[in-house]
């Protein structure tokens, strides 16, 4: 692993003899094997976290591309800016972002992140090059939600968004299955600007879906304050593997769903509460226990999406291996200038799978055999094993890709679906 402190020392650490392959790298929140090289090297960019630009009046932020999406938001919300889109952890890197095309809650507005980028520093076959929708357009699409495989996302051209406030006036709704869902989410998306459902996956029948739905609008105070990293709370052990089983899992969702159902409310949120609440616990993955867990995130084209989605939390509820919650979320219009994009219209379910072995594998696997039927994609930055014929299918346009591929850089992810050594 190298973990360069200045830019110009990227070049020739992509071109070093001492490794047959590099990847950059940034927090390593990816789920899957797409930010491993096994048999090759790391580039750590978490060192290159420096602001370039930032003009106030305009909201265009340079940065370089190890800096977190935490310090971005430290830097432009007292000032009034925020991400044009961010995921549900702010532990990210602006590089890992843009080579993921990460989406969020306001994706049927903003699209994902890579609708933003204005310009990209890339360094690719031992050059540094500036690449943006009119410069080198084939590779900058090619970069953006490209899994790192064009080259070193050197720095970012990002445009931010104006917010009234640093809050949000947040509406929850419980709601008992999921034609409600349905419903709510198409009215939702015209009236909010941020939209989830939180669902419990244990629950079958008249049930299904059941969960409880989430919008919001920027709050208008014109109060602005930045998060802080102070209140964290640790899980201290790993759980046993065993404290994951059916019965608390159905047990929590119960509470959650009946704490939800008591308290239908509206009430301002500060965005790390609303955007982040997993970042409120570190090691929140401690939960699973040594085995881990594998997550499982799909999106369903539009028109079959509402019978795929119940035939899937059909399958999971009978399957009794589904983790406390799961999210589920409509996708909007708004297309990508990447190649690679997970994003697409339609339906996307996420959720976490304590890991079982073989017994999880199978579930997933049936769960991937009702996706591809349907025309569905899985998102790369979630999967560890989907299978590579499944990867070519979804991902249409992965040759292009494949020729814009820098041929120093290598990943697990790659080899395992572009079958590439
Ligand atoms: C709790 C949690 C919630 C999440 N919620 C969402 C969500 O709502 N929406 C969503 O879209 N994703 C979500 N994710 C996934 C996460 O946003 C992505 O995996 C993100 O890309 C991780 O960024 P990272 O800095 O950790 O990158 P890594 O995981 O380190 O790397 C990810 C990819 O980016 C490449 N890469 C990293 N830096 C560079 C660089 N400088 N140049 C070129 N390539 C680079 C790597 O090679 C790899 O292919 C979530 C993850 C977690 C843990």
Partial sequence: MFRPAFRDQLPAATQSNTVSSVLATGLLRSYGDSCLNG?????????????????????????????SLSDILKIVVPHGWFLPTTPGTRFVSIGGAVANDVHGKNHHRAGSIGCSVRALGLVTAGERRTIGPDAEAAL????????????IIEWVDLQLVPVPSSRLDVEIIPYGSLDEFWAIASESVVSHEHTVAWIDCMSGGAHTGRGAFTRANWATDGVYEAHSDASWKAVPVEFPSIALNRLTVSAFNEVYFRAHQLQRRRQLQHYATYFYPLDAVSSWNRLYGRRGMLQYQCVIPPGGDRGVIRSLLDRIAKSGQASFLAVLKTFGERTSPGLLSFPRPGSTLALDFPNRGVETLALMRTLDAIVAEAGGALYPAKDGRMPAPMFRQSFPRWREVAACKDPRVN???WRRVSLDD
Avoid at 39 to 61: H, N, S, V, W
């Fill in 411 to 413: 990943s697990d992810f």
């Fill in 140 to 151: 900058f699409a090619a970069t953006i939600g490209g899994l790192g495989l064009t080259g």
């Fill in 39 to 67: 048999p090759g090297g790391l580039i750590d960019m978490t060192g290159l976290d420096r602001l370039i630009a930032f003009d106030r009046t305009t909201g265009r932020l340079v940065v370089e591309a190890g800096i």
